[in-house]
Structure formats: structure tokens, C-alpha cells
T-cell receptor
Framework: GAVVSQHPSRVICKSGTSVKIECRSLDFQATTMFWYRQFPKQSLMLMATSNEGSKATYEQGVEKDKFLINHASLTLSTLTVTSAHPEDSSFYIC?????????FGQGTRLTVV | SQQGEEDPQALSIQEGENATMNCSYKTSINNLQWYRQNSGRGLVHLILIRSNEREKHSGRLRVTLDTSKKSSSLLITASRAADTASYFCATRFSGNTPLVFGKGTRLSVIA
């Protein structure tokens, strides 16, 4: 099946700094990438949808200026958590739809200290 | 927003027993999928059932779908300790729309 490579898998950063998470589609072109966030012992919540060559669409309650999404090419989508705070600590995971299926990255565990 | 509601939220069984998890959803769907997630890790796709299917099997997994009741069940037969994980159902409205996840069931299989 299609492969989505997500990096980094784990990152610890200081409050106030920014962190970039990358998702690459390795053997297919992803015109759309979904970004999810998961807090401990909770489910995955959709944050935003990125589309290659256009602005991302954000779910209600997700700050677009804080979670910057760029989908500059058909194989790369990035999520940048700007001015990170401890409450941003979470598991972030990307997903690309292919036909009826969805292929997920491995996820990024972000810890803000 | 979340679509699916799984029950139970947590399930603890002995190795060898069967585990049944249920999922209900609210809107019409194109397909429903089940995923497994080991603690702190990514998602593993288990099985997809389309809206025009009623039952599907894959190894020790059996999934049913009742679109009239907007519900699905996942049965894991002859469970193993390695099946310990969280299980999520996820629905998709149509081709390029995002998956909407249920709250999940935390399954513990005790050896």
C-alpha cells in the first residue's frame, strides 16, 4: 500500500519555540493531507485539511496562526506549531486519502516543556 | 467533530476469549473502517467495510455493519495478549473527505 512518512517521531521543545512536523507521501502524490491531534487516552480529532497549492482549511477551534500548514508540493505537507505551549503537547498524525482508503504517518509525539 | 461512539470504552478479557466492540455513528457513510493503536503509536488499519456490505472477515476479525441502525461491530476471536490496544472505528462520508473517528475502546487481553 501507499506509504506516508512522518518526521520527527518524537520531539521535545521549550515553551515559545516552534516545531515543524513533516509528512511525505513516498510512492504516490497526495493532493490532500489531513492533520489530526490526539490527547492522551482520547481519540483522534481532525485539526485541518491541507490541499496542494491552496490554503488549508481548519476545523472550528483550531487557530490557523498557531498551527501553520503548508502543502507546497504533491509529496510534502508540513505542520508547524508556533510559539508552542505545554498544552500543545500531544500526538500529531497526518493522513492522506487514496481512493477509499487512508494512509497514516507514524505520528509525532510533541512534548513542550 | 466526532461521529462514532464506541462501547465499551474499556474491555478486559482473558486470553482465548472473544472480544466484541461496537460503534455507532450519526450521518450517512461511504465506508466504515476499524483501526488499532498500540499505546503511544500510530494507527494500524484493520478492515474496511463498505456501506453496501453487511459483514466482512479478515483472519480472526469479523466486522458487521448495519446501516439502518448506523452501527458496526468488531469481533476479535481467540484473543491474544498481543491484541491489547485501543480500537477505533472511523467513518468516511465520501471519497476525499476525512475520516471521523469514534472515541475508541481500550482492550486489555490478560495472559
Amino acid at each position: 500500500g501507499a506509504v506516508v512518512s512522518q518526521h520527527p517521531s518524537r520531539v521535545i521543545c521549550k515553551s515559545g519555540t516552534s516545531v515543524k512536523i513533516e509528512c511525505r507521501s513516498l510512492d504516490f502524490q497526495a493532493t490532500t493531507m489531513f492533520w489530526y491531534r490526539q490527547f492522551p487516552k482520547q481519540s483522534l480529532m481532525l485539526m485541518a485539511t491541507s490541499n496542494e497549492g491552496s490554503k488549508a482549511t481548519y476545523e472550528q477551534g483550531v487557530e490557523k496562526d498557531k498551527f501553520l500548514i503548508n502543502h507546497a508540493s504533491l509529496t510534502l505537507s508540513t505542520l508547524t506549531v508556533t510559539s508552542a505551549h505545554p498544552e500543545d503537547s500531544s500526538f500529531y498524525i497526518c493522513s492522506a486519502p487514496v481512493d477509499t482508503e487512508a494512509f497514516f504517518g507514524q505520528g509525532t509525539r510533541l512534548t513542550v516543556v | 467533530s466526532q461521529q462514532g461512539e464506541e462501547d465499551p470504552q474499556a474491555l478486559s478479557i482473558q486470553e482465548g476469549e472473544n472480544a466484541t466492540m461496537n460503534c455507532s455513528y450519526k450521518t450517512s457513510i461511504n465506508n466504515l473502517q476499524w483501526y488499532r493503536q498500540n499505546s503511544g503509536r500510530g494507527l494500524v488499519h484493520l478492515i474496511l467495510i463498505r456501506s453496501n456490505e453487511r459483514e466482512k472477515h479478515s483472519g480472526r476479525l469479523r466486522v458487521t455493519l448495519d446501516t439502518s441502525k448506523k452501527s458496526s461491530s468488531l469481533l476479535i476471536t481467540a484473543s491474544r495478549a498481543a491484541d491489547t490496544a485501543s480500537y477505533f472505528c472511523a467513518t468516511r462520508f465520501s471519497g476525499n473527505t476525512p475520516l471521523v473517528f469514534g472515541k475508541g475502546t481500550r482492550l486489555s487481553v490478560i495472559a
